[in-house]
T-cell receptor
Framework: KQEVTQIPAALSVPEGENLVLNCSFT??????LQWFRQDPGKGLTSLLL???SQREQTSGRLNASLDKSSGRSTLYIAASQPGDSATYLC??????????WGAGTKLIIKP | DGGITQSPKYLFRKEGQNVTLSCEQN?????MYWYRQDPGQGLRLIYY???????QKGDIAEGYSVSREKKESFPLTVTSAQKNPTAFYLC????????????FGPGTRLTVT
């Protein structure tokens, strides 16, 4: 059974710092992995999607990596800003229609 | 603007009552999904529908029911059989062959007392 873990559950850093969020999964047989952002009391926005054949994806200040063999993904945020404060969730696909979700990391960027 | 709407944003019910959560999309997506989100846990799939008049159970369908009579709408009923209904409910949709690229609504927070 696929399980997705995100550690830490919460993270607080000063503005301007670079930071890394972690996501691990137990079954390396995945179709892809996605990182989402969720603002308080709101829906989710997809940030980056990495196909199983890819090693990383970049969008602006965000870079996501994928290491299937070790069951790990990281989301790197460069030059963090207060507007980056949100909960970040990762999800892996176990088939062509279902996602398995981590519980998320709540990120607070202090001005 | 195209998107997914969920209403209401907050919903309060007494224990033992059924309640229906609304989800509407104007993205012309074939597939729609319902998730439940609890503190400290990942999203869990309740039901999904790949096409009108068809839907399948997700991981935690017990105590819930859905219908898909129109492409744009996928309402979720939380029945009195659901033991712990208080949660944040998220609806999503996707193009039929791109299930892994889901667009999410803003969610409904249901509180049952």
């Amino acid at each position: 059974k696929q399980e997705v873990t995100q550690i830490p559950a919460a993270l607080s850093v000063p503005e301007g710092e670079n930071l890394v969020l972690n996501c691990s999964f137990t079954d390396s047989a995945i179709y892809n992995l996605q990182w989402f952002r969720q603002d308080p009391g709101k829906g989710l926005t997809s940030l980056l999607l990495i196909q199983s054949s890819q090693r990383e994806q970049t969008s602006g200040r965000l870079n996501a990596s994928l290491d299937k063999s070790s069951g790990r993904s990281t989301l790197y945020i460069a030059a963090s800003q207060p507007g980056d404060s949100a909960t970040y969730l990762c999800a892996v696909s176990r088939s062509n229609y279902q996602l398995i979700w981590g519980a998320g990391t709540k990120l607070i960027i202090k001005p | 603007d195209g998107g997914i709407t969920q209403s209401p944003k907050y919903l309060f019910r007494k224990e033992g009552q059924n309640v229906t959560l609304s989800c509407e999309q104007n993205l012309n997506h074939d597939a729609m999904y319902w998730y439940r989100q609890d503190p400290g846990q990942g999203l869990r799939l309740i039901y999904y529908s790949q096409i009108v008049n068809d839907f399948q159970k997700g991981d935690i369908a017990e105590g819930y029911s859905v219908s898909r009579e129109k492409k744009e709408s996928f309402p979720l009923t939380v029945t009195s059989a659901q033991k712990n209904p208080t949660a944040f409910y998220l609806c999503a949709s996707s193009i039929r062959d791109r299930h892994l690229e889901q667009y999410f609504g803003p969610g409904t927070r249901l509180t049952v007392t």
